[in-house]
């Protein structure tokens, strides 16, 4: 066993109070069930990082499952199991969940790489990990609660600020670890080590990523894409020979990285102009990465990735809208609110982005603006159901009438409820002479 050492101060600053306390009784029933209980991975390596993560993974040494279900019993919540892999994971809220993982000697097959005698469960457990980073592990325990374990020098490559595999084969154990790399190296601003590169650039030379699934290739893809600045990690990509993978002419040039920088922009203009609202922002970065290729290269991508029908499909509509609208629609002198509304109706919000990210014309991205903060929303006095209750007959009518007194809002022609009956009655004066009718044959409204 390594020399322990004590992060408790660590865990009492960094960690909220009801984290805290839910770590103490994991340790506490572990005591119980004569197990010894770890939280690890990225979980302890944000912790020693000061990095805000309520993800928690804990080890075991011991029956997981049978764990977790006492915890959830005793605690009033829910464990949700998976018997095949022994793990189960603890749902306090939405936001907070515990993953439990069993480390049993008997569950591991030995790597070739591993000499197995002198390992513990959780040795074990931590030496399949990628990173030495992620390696570190916490006890929970009472006795030792907060002292923290690191077996294959997790820290100092903490301090170094050095990616690291532990063994010369993880990356053909795992290829996706070649993207992990990259995507930590640049979330924490670290480097890759001298000899992981050289296994990684290895790897790719050897054809490891091809024997990728295209899911798991592309949940790699969106990963990177979902970081907070993905433009670097992305580049590194390119240099790494991952992204000509993909498809042969693609490539992570100056003209992309400004396309990248740009609808970067935009997500963060995005996000902070509509704090509450989800946005898928790697779409927006995905819709960017392809948006050179010509038809053919972009099915191979998309076969390579096993992309959906639905996916493909929208992707090409986006690429077709977009371009004929910057040509066509947004090279007219005027728009009035109402064509601007109606033209940008069927996209998402993650297409109009891009649509702001490719043009380099101001008034466009000022259009697709006011679309989002002003019009998107419009909405209407009068409902379905008050034309109901005038007498107005089922059918297609009904949406020409609220479409077209929401346009009447949008061009400031109708500002009120009032001013929407206004409007009916010089636009379509057959209503009131329809209620008028209603009315003396004895209906009521
Ligand atoms: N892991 C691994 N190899 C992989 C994926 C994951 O060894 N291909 C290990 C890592 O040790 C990691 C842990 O499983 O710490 C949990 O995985 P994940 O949740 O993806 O990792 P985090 O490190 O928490 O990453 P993130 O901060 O992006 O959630």
């Known amino acids: 066993w390594p020399k322990k050492k004590s992060i408790h101060s660590v865990v009492m600053e960094q960690l909220p109070g009801e984290v805290i306390a839910i770590l103490k009784d994991l340790g506490k029933l572990a005591d119980r069930l004569h197990y010894k209980a770890y939280a690890v991975g990225g979980f302890v390596r944000d912790l020693l990082l000061r990095r805000p993560n309520l993800d928690i993974d804990i080890v075991v040494e011991g029956d997981g499952i049978e764990f977790a279900k006492e915890f959830a019993a005793s605690h009033g919540i829910r464990a949700r199991c998976h018997k095949k892999f022994n793990t189960a994971v603890l749902i306090f809220s939405d936001k907070l969940k515990v993953d439990v993982a069993s480390a049993r000697f008997e569950y591991y097959q030995y790597p070739a790489a591993l000499p197995i005698v002198e390992f513990s469960s959780l040795k074990m457990d931590l030496y399949r990990r990628d990173f030495t980073i992620n390696t570190l592990a916490l006890t929970l325990n009472p006795d030792d609660f907060g002292q923290l374990i690191d077996f294959f020098g997790g820290q100092r490559d903490l301090k170094d600020k050095i990616i690291r595999v532990l063994h010369n084969l993880s990356f053909v154990e795992d290829p996706t670890r070649i993207m992990r790399a990259i995507r930590f190296e640049q979330r924490f601003n670290f480097k890759i080590g001298k000899q992981t590169a050289t296994l990684m650039k290895n790897a790719v030379r050897m054809g490891l990523i091809q024997k990728l699934g295209g899911r798991r290739f592309f949940h790699e893809i969106d990963l990177i894409l979902m970081e907070e600045n993905p433009v670097p990690a992305v580049r590194r990509m390119d240099e790494y020979g991952v992204l000509g993978l993909l498809a042969s002419g693609m490539r992570f040039d100056t003209r992309m990285e400004e396309l990248f920088n740009r609808i970067r922009n935009m997500i963060s203009w995005y996000r902070l102009s509509f704090l509450d609202e989800p946005l898928e922002g790697s779409w927006v970065y995905f819709l960017g990465l392809l948006s050179g290729l010509h038809r053919n290269d972009l099915e191979k991508v998309w076969n390579r990735l096993e992309m959906t029908e639905n996916q493909r499909e929208r992707m090409l509509w986006t690429y077709g809208q977009v371009e004929s609208l910057l040509r066509g629609f947004f090279q007219l002198p005027e ?26 014309r101001e008034e466009v991205r000022k259009a697709i603006s006011h679309y989002f903060h002003r019009y998107r929303r419009v909405r209407t006095e009068l409902k379905g159901k008050d034309l109901k209750a005038m007498g107005v007959p089922p059918g297609p009518i009904y949406r020409i009438i609220l479409d077209e007194l929401i346009d009447a809002h949008l061009n400031g022609e109708v500002k009120s409820l009032q001013d929407e009956w206004g409007y009916l009655k010089v636009h379509h004066p057959e209503i009131f002479e329809n209620a008028e009718k209603n009315m003396s044959s004895g209906m009521s409204f």
């Open 335 to 360: 728009h009035r609110p109402s064509d601007i509304y109606r033209t940008l109706q069927p996209f998402k919000p993650e297409e109009l982005l891009f649509m702001m990210a490719r043009t380099e």
